[in-house]
């Protein structure tokens, strides 16, 4: 009999979904370095919505200024200097990406505190947003879906939870409404209907996936993190 994958464990952690669409708008391959300062340094200057030109950005440079911080502490996976930036940015102004990053930065830090917070804020963006869409509301409404679809997942492979998987299941087709292009979402909708044991949709999933330009670099690491939940699922069921 083959050998399981092993788990990693919280210092071995892998290059989440998130990081791997990070690399991808940083036009390197995931897990390779960064590309060059000049590059990096350009990037950072811009926020995730500033650089889709989608969202404006704070009214307040002081809000402004923390969002930046509090952006680059997640792309150096410093989640609770991001989180203290992230309620810096709140604290001057209500703006809606930086709500939605502190969610994300929740989900990493992992805390069972920490995922109730996440929890709570990614509800409260979909509330805001989900009955009055726009292309400005959709650039947050579907990282919000997909994100508390992670989170769900991640909470119903803990908890052996079908019915979280189920919910996570529904939040990423949200998501894939408003981004049908996404890959790395389309990739997670395929891993959780793996954890489902739902083979005819989730191969009709990947075959999707598969036509994207940007397949092969994403599939290996949602194989590799699906795989290994798929053994702690099913090993807590038996």
Known sequence: MPEEPEMPTTKEKKRDSYTAQFAIREGRPVGEEPLDAEFQQRFETQTDYEWKRIFPAPQSPEALAAYREGNQAVREDRMMEAIEAYKKCLAIEDYAPAKSNLALAYLHEASREG??????????????????????????????????????????VEEIEAAKLQKAAEL?????????????????????????????????TLKEAGKNNDFEILSGHAK???????????????
């Open 172 to 204: 990423t087709r949200k998501a894939l409404e408003i981004d049908p292009g996404n890959t790395a979402w389309r990739l997670e909708l395929w891993g959780i209907l793996h954890l489902l044991d739902r083979a005819e949709e989730s191969n009709a």
């Open 115 to 156: 995922w109730q917070e996440c929890g709570r804020l990614l509800e409260n963006l979909i509330q805001q947003f989900a009955a009055d869409r726009t292309p400005e509301t959709d650039s947050v409404l579907g990282p919000a879906y997909r994100n508390l679809a992670e989170l769900l997942t991640q909470q119903g």
């Open 224 to 238: 590799e993190k699906y795989t290994a939940l798929h053994v702690k699922y099913r090993g807590g069921r038996i």
